[in-house]
């Protein structure tokens, strides 16, 4: 009998774990939350923007033979140290590709509440 319930458990479980969102989800997320900050939030949360993605499609762009074009967009998840614990990418191309597993892990501002979404777009030209 325990072992009965214990399966039913591990059943009820796997049925209640959320599956994974998907980025269109995410962004709707990051645009409402963007919203929320104040203008000083939005000044801090552009400025470590700018420079750590800066500097990771500045990387990525050395690696690539020939320059990109179009365009892609990141969604990140930031907890409340300011750590980029998860993404969702929109695009596929290298540069797009490089620049998510670069900014993974890194740290931006920290925000008002966590999770916290924010997207960061790219457009090549």
Same mark, same amino acid.
């Given at each position: #009998?325990k $072992?009965?319930?214990l399966?039913? !458990?591990?059943f009820?479980?796997?049925? &209640? =774990?959320?599956?994974?969102?998907?980025?269109m989800?995410?962004?709707?997320?990051a645009? +409402? =939350?963007?919203? #929320?900050?104040s203008?000083?939030?939005?000044?801090?949360?552009?400025?470590t923007?700018?420079?750590?993605?800066?500097?990771?499609i500045?990387?990525c762009?050395? *690696?690539?033979?020939?320059?990109?074009?179009?365009q892609?967009?990141?969604?990140?998840?930031?907890?409340?140290? !300011?750590?980029?614990? +998860?993404?969702? &990418?929109?695009?596929?191309?290298?540069v797009?590709?490089? $620049?998510?597993?670069?900014? *993974?892990?890194?740290?931006?501002?920290?925000?008002?509440?966590?999770?916290?979404? *924010?997207?960061?777009? #790219? =457009?090549? +030209?």
């Amino acid at each position: #009998m325990k $072992f009965i319930n214990l399966l039913m !458990g591990v059943f009820f479980c796997g049925a &209640l =774990h959320a599956s994974p969102m998907e980025y269109m989800t995410a962004k709707g997320l990051a645009d +409402r =939350h963007e919203k #929320m900050l104040s203008n000083a939030q939005i000044q801090a949360l552009t400025s470590t923007q700018g420079v750590v993605g800066g500097k990771a499609i500045a990387e990525c762009s050395v *690696t690539m033979s020939s320059p990109e074009s179009g365009q892609f967009s990141l969604v990140m998840q930031i907890d409340n140290n !300011g750590t980029i614990v +998860r993404t969702w &990418l929109s695009g596929d191309s290298d540069v797009a590709k490089c $620049f998510e597993k670069k900014m *993974t892990g890194q740290k931006l501002f920290v925000p008002p509440f966590s999770p916290f979404y *924010t997207v960061f777009e #790219m =457009h090549f +030209r």
